[in-house]
Structure formats: structure tokens, C-alpha cells
T-cell receptor, first 111, second 110 residues
Framework: QKEVEQNSGPLSVPEGAIASLNCTYS??????FFWYRQYSGKSPELIMS????GDKEDGRFTAQLNKASQYVSLLIRDSQPSDSATYLC???????????FGKGTSLLVTP | SQTIHQWPATLVQPVGSPLSLECTVE??????LYWYRQAAGRGLQLLFY??????ISSEVPQNLSASRPQDRQFILSSKKLLLSDSGFYLC?????????FGPGTRLLVL
């Protein structure tokens, strides 16, 4: 069973702070990593993808990947109340067609 | 970029009734297509995926079935719904490496 683990939260951060969301995965052969944001009652929307070790920045979002530690994270700088949502980590292995999703971390940004 | 349509948006059905949910994709060709279910407060459960017309792989044995009659059309069906079939049904499409989701169908079985 290929596992993707996330802390369910809720993670509460004040407005303007940095939110740090973490994800670990069990399939060492995984090649592609994704972060999705899901607002309550809505479908997941892709925030970022990352394929190589290191950091990848896109606006206020930074994804970090460490394949040796089987760890991927998402940092949200200058957090806003509109960032309050559930964040899903997804991992694609080197075999098969489907992504493996974590159960998500609930983020609450308080004004 | 691709656009995924799903309908209906919401559905209330009695136990034992049939089901048909439809998903269509625009802006890409020969995508991999997926059906997920998300029960209230739960994670995403992959139900079916398809890599081409008529090719369906089932991930979870259950009373649901899927079909892909056209390249960009994916249908989820059931002959007799169970209470446990309630949930948020999401169609997804993968072009190259990236997977995108449709808006979803919220199904309530009473």
C-alpha cells in the first residue's frame, strides 16, 4: 500500500504569518508531487507541482521536496483568511496512472 | 488548458434507484480520466480510471461501474444505489503530468 501521510490539523495561523504544511510518502520511487487546495464544498484545485529536490516558488507559495527523506512541504507566506482551506498532498509513483492522495490538512488563517 | 464539465451538480436519489453521472473534458485529447469519491470529512477515494476509449480499471469493488464511450467522455453508473454511495463525486483528467478536477457532483442517497 502506497501511503501519503498528512497531519489532519486544523493548523491555525494568524493573518500575515507563514503557514507550513507537511507531507510524507512511502513509495521511494515516487517522481511527481502536487499540492491541491480544496475549499469547503468545492473540488480540489492545483496549486503547485514539484519534481526535483529543493524549493520551487510561485508567488506566496513555496513547495519543498526532499526525496531522500520522502518529505514534501508547502509554505504559504503572508497567509490570508482566503487561504483557509484543506490542502491535499498528492504523489505519483513511477508505475501506475493514478495519484496517491493524503487525507489533507485543514488550514485556518485567523484575522 | 483543459476544462472539465460534470453534471448534474447535485442529486438526491432513493436507495435502490439507478445512477448516471457524466463527465466531459475539453481542451485536451486522449486524457487519462478518473472518478473519485469523497465522503463527508474523508479523503479522496479513487474508484475508476481509464487510459482510453473502452478501457476501464476498477480500484474498489462495489456496485458502481464506469464507461468511456468517447475519448473525452466518462460516465459513472449504478443499477441500484446504496446509502453508502452518498458523497461528492469528482471527475479528473490528466494531461501530461498534471491532474485537474471537475466541479463535482454531490450525491445524497436517502
Amino acid at each position: 500500500q502506497k501511503e501519503v501521510e498528512q497531519n489532519s490539523g486544523p493548523l491555525s495561523v494568524p493573518e500575515g504569518a507563514i503557514a507550513s504544511l507537511n507531507c510524507t510518502y512511502s513509495d521511494r520511487g515516487s517522481q511527481s508531487f502536487f499540492w491541491y487546495r480544496q475549499y469547503s464544498g468545492k473540488s480540489p484545485e492545483l496549486i503547485m507541482s514539484i519534481y526535483s529536490n529543493g524549493d520551487k516558488e510561485d508567488g506566496r507559495f513555496t513547495a519543498q521536496l526532499n526525496k531522500a527523506s520522502q518529505y514534501v512541504s508547502l509554505l504559504i507566506r503572508d497567509s490570508q483568511p482566503s487561504d483557509s482551506a484543506t490542502y491535499l498532498c498528492a504523489v505519483k509513483g513511477n508505475s501506475g496512472y493514478a495519484l496517491n492522495f493524503g487525507k489533507g490538512t485543514s488550514l485556518l488563517v485567523t484575522p | 488548458s483543459q476544462t472539465i464539465h460534470q453534471w448534474p451538480a447535485t442529486l438526491v436519489q432513493p436507495v435502490g434507484s439507478p445512477l448516471s453521472l457524466e463527465c466531459t473534458v475539453e481542451g485536451t485529447s486522449n486524457p487519462n480520466l478518473y472518478w473519485y469519491r469523497q465522503a463527508a470529512g474523508r479523503g479522496l477515494q479513487l474508484l475508476f480510471y481509464s487510459v482510453g476509449i473502452g478501457q476501464i480499471s476498477s480500484e474498489v469493488p462495489q456496485n458502481l461501474s464506469a464507461s468511456r464511450p468517447q475519448d473525452r467522455q466518462f460516465i459513472l453508473s449504478s443499477k441500484k444505489l446504496l446509502l453508502s454511495d452518498s458523497g461528492f463525486y469528482l471527475c479528473a483528467s490528466t494531461g501530461s503530468e498534471t491532474q485537474y478536477f471537475g466541479p463535482g457532483t454531490r450525491l445524497l442517497v436517502l
